[in-house]
């Protein structure tokens, strides 16, 4: 097991990265937006697995109250579905002038 701030530090640059890629996309090759959104996904799926194999090491008794607690607050729905993503919030703060307007036709 990883530790978690390690990993989403990982995740923290990989969606960084991106960010970039969406203000300047003619600065990045093919292979590496590529690589970027390999890196994005890999991050993504390291931490889902550690918190897999982390609850998977409670007993029965920790599990079922998690489930519960998480049910209750509306963070998962009955199937295990989430209502909202398991990942740190969102600490972008975005300006009006970071935002492009399309052209006018």
């Keep these: 097991m990883s530790d978690y701030r390690e990993l989403y530090e990982a995740e923290d640059h990989a969606r960084f990265m991106a960010e970039l ?7 990045f090759t093919l ?9 994005m996904v890999e991050s993504k799926v390291a931490i889902e697995d ?3 194999e982390d609850f998977a090491k409670l007993d029965k008794v920790r599990q079922t109250r998690l489930l519960d607690s998480l049910g209750a607050s509306g963070s998962a729905t009955a199937t295990g579905g989430t ?5 740190a919030p969102c600490t972008t703060t975005v300006r009006s002038s970071d935002v492009r307007t399309p052209p006018q036709r």
């Design 50 to 52: 550690n918190v897999r």
């Design 83 to 87: 209502a909202r993503s398991w990942t």
């Design 31 to 39: 292979d590496e937006l590529r690589a970027i959104l390999d890196e």
């Design 21 to 27: 890629t969406e203000i300047s996309p003619e600065s």
